[in-house]
């Protein structure tokens, strides 16, 4: 079976700052990968995804991922950010043919501070 | 709107009432979820749906009943709960079955209050 870690629960930094939201999956088989982002009273939004092909996912609002399949890893990174980008942010794994099943990391608080 | 909605947005109900939360979506998916997330905890996968059979139930209370009329539209029926179940209550969906998985689509969750 497939899991995911989050390494950190809060990541707190200024605005304009780089940041770097570490996932690590477990997994004996190819993967899917995928990050999510929550913002206050709302369901969860599709950041970016990887399913094959290039190793480098890129979201609209500037948000990068890069699949690392000797470290499986998946890290989230934004080189700055806004303070709109406060969001509680979760990684998600899913073996194709799956099912459609995925499995969720705890998640990471992303808090851009002024 | 995200492709999925659910409704109410809000609900504050009390120990003894049966209420009932619906979602629907129009995305052309054949599975859909029920996820429950409580404040400092990890997401909690309750229920899954595949072409409209209940495929997983991850040992939830029997106050909690899920149905699943067509691959539209979902409902959880609540009966008797405990203060301790309020929380967000997100639905889901995706393709299902053994189609290639492009993640889920959520909805904006159902905020419960248990009193």
């Known amino acids: 079976a497939q899991s995911v870690t989050q390494l950190d629960s809060q990541v707190p930094v200024f605005e304009e700052a780089p940041v770097e939201l570490r996932c690590n999956y477990s997994s004996s088989v190819s993967v899917y990968l995928f990050w999510y982002v929550q913002y206050p009273n709302q369901g969860l939004q599709l950041l970016l995804k990887y399913l094959s092909g290039s190793t480098l996912v890129k979201s609209i609002n500037g948000f990068e991922a890069e699949f690392n399949k000797s470290q499986t890893s998946f890290h989230l990174r934004k080189p700055s950010v806004h303070i709109s980008d406060t969001a509680e942010y979760f990684c998600a794994v899913s073996l194709p043919y799956s099912g459609s099943r995925l499995t969720f990391g705890e998640g990471t608080q992303l808090t851009v501070n002024p | 709107e995200t492709g999925v909605t659910q409704t109410p947005r809000h609900l504050v109900m009390g120990m003894t009432n049966k209420k009932s939360l619906k979602c629907e979506q129009h995305?052309?998916?054949?599975?859909m979820y029920w996820y429950k997330q409580s404040a400092k905890k990890p997401l909690e996968l309750m229920f899954v749906y595949n072409f409209k059979e209940q495929t997983e139930n991850n040992s939830v209370p029997s106050r909690f009943s899920p149905e699943c009329p067509n691959s539209s539209h979902l409902f959880l029926h609540l009966h008797t709960l405990q203060p301790e179940d309020s929380a967000l209550y997100l639905c889901?969906?995706?393709?299902?079955?053994?189609?290639?998985?492009?993640?889920?689509?959520f909805g904006s969750g159902t905020r419960l209050t248990v009193v």
């Open positions: 995305l052309g998916h054949n599975a």
């Open positions: 889901a969906s995706s393709q299902g079955g053994e189609e290639l998985d492009y993640g889920y689509t």
